[in-house]
């Protein structure tokens, strides 16, 4: 599989999105060749239990060769389903993270006590995102130093961009209809340097796409 340089981490726009990791449900996880997915079950799906159904076509999803990150899920405490079920759920996902070699991508609403919480009880080797972070800096200094990545999309604190060390820092263009340039551009401005090279380096990185395999 031939695999353009990644700018765009998360993005919900429908594929082909060259140089972006498409985020989908399991239920519509069809993918189209030479494009990089990433399949979750989000915490706003929490309102009913997940079905077993759910988590088979998960599992078989996130085991394709195109999947290369499990989520977003993570914890919401504005929106979603109960606490417990949505830690139960993220859990899941964190296992499966773990069982098959693929980084997370998470979304948290004021939770970042919880996920940092999660990570120390759970210890993980894979990569963790934070995905469109607009926390302040206090928060996003909490999140690296525990070795969380945090990704930035079209609205965040100017602060807390210029607070995350080299080499953590991601970019994305979620929802939005701002193309992946003009972030990175925005980003760029903001620290002072042109990320673009650093952004496409570390998302390789945080994705694990430089690792050795056994075809290699
Ligand atoms: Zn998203």
């Known amino acids: 599989m031939i695999i353009q340089p990644i700018l765009d981490i998360h993005t919900h726009h429908p594929a082909p999105c060259p ?22 079950i989000h915490p706003w799906s929490t309102l009913d239990d997940i079905s077993e159904d759910t988590w088979a076509q998960l599992e ?57 919480g999660l990570k120390k009880d759970l210890q993980p080797v894979q990569n963790w995102a934070v995905h469109g972070f607009r926390g302040k800096p206090t928060v996003a200094k909490m999140l690296t130093d525990k070795g969380i990545w945090l990704s930035f999309g079209d609205k965040y604190n100017d602060s807390s961009v210029r607070e995350v060390p080299a080499g953590m820092l991601l ?27 650093e952004i496409e380096k570390d998302s390789r990185l945080f994705l694990g796409l430089d690792k050795p395999t056994l075809s290699d």
């Not at 140089?19 to 069809?30: D, L, Q, R, W």
């Not at 060769?65 to 977003?72: F, K, L, N």
């Not at 606490?83 to 964190?94: A, E, F, G, P, S």
């Not at 970019?171 to 090279?197: C, F, N, Q, W, Y």
């Open 19 to 40: 140089g972006a990791v498409v985020c989908v449900t399991p239920e519509e996880f069809n993918p189209l060749e030479g494009q990089l997915y990433s399949v979750g």
């Open 60 to 116: 078989q999803a996130a085991a394709h060769p195109q999947v290369v990150a499990i989520g977003e899920c993570g914890i919401d405490l504005v929106k979603g389903g109960p606490l417990y079920r949505q830690m139960q759920v993220m859990k899941r996902q964190i296992e499966l993270s773990e069982s098959l070699g693929k980084p997370l991508v998470v979304h948290c609403v004021h939770a970042h006590d919880i996920i940092i």
């Open 171 to 197: 970019a994305e263009t979620d929802e939005s209809d701002l193309p992946i340039s003009d972030i990175i551009t925005r980003l760029s401005v903001l620290v002072g340097r042109d990320l673009t090279k």
